[in-house]
């Protein structure tokens, strides 16, 4: 399993913003929703374990599942692609729909940030991590607002 952050570049803000501690999509992070649901669907090998869209970023706990199916559908080989290769997927997709969407403008930062998962705490902290990020939102690093220009 992998904590995965990925932010649009310059961290600006698209995907909608956060009131009283909770997060408001608006088209552009129904976009990104549809696209996380869209990467589990696509590579069956997938699972998105938790996960926040944030007003510039995503978090997301990914776990890669190395056996697929069952029975003779074990014998069946997947290419399993890695956890860089899922991100652009992902990243990729997302950016063409939201240029269709009529916004140009948009592009994610170059590359993301992941670390491994190595054990149930961390990975209890890291989920509780996600879940609150909405409510901690002023003090996010993530936050343009708390970034020295």
Excluded at 67 to 76: A, E, I, P, Q, W
Excluded at 98 to 116: E, G, K
């Amino acid at each position: 399993m992998y904590f995965v952050t990925i932010c649009t570049k310059n961290r600006e803000h698209y995907f909608g913003e956060i009131s009283n501690g909770t997060m408001h999509l608006n088209d552009y992070g129904n976009i990104i929703k549809q696209q996380l649901n869209w990467l589990t669907e696509q590579y069956k090998y997938v699972n998105l374990d938790c996960q926040i869209i944030m007003p510039n970023h995503v978090h997301l706990i990914v776990e890669i599942i190395s056996t697929v199916g069952t029975g003779r559908d074990l014998s069946l080989p997947t290419k399993i692609k890695p956890l860089s290769e899922l991100v652009g997927a992902f990243k990729t997709t997302s950016s063409k729909l939201i240029h269709r969407f009529d916004c140009n403008s948009f592009s994610w930062q170059r590359s993301f940030h992941d670390h491994i998962i190595r054990n149930d705490i961390e990975l209890n902290k890291i989920r509780e991590y996600i879940i609150n990020n909405p409510k901690n939102w002023e003090r996010d690093r993530n936050n343009a607002e708390n970034i020295l220009m």
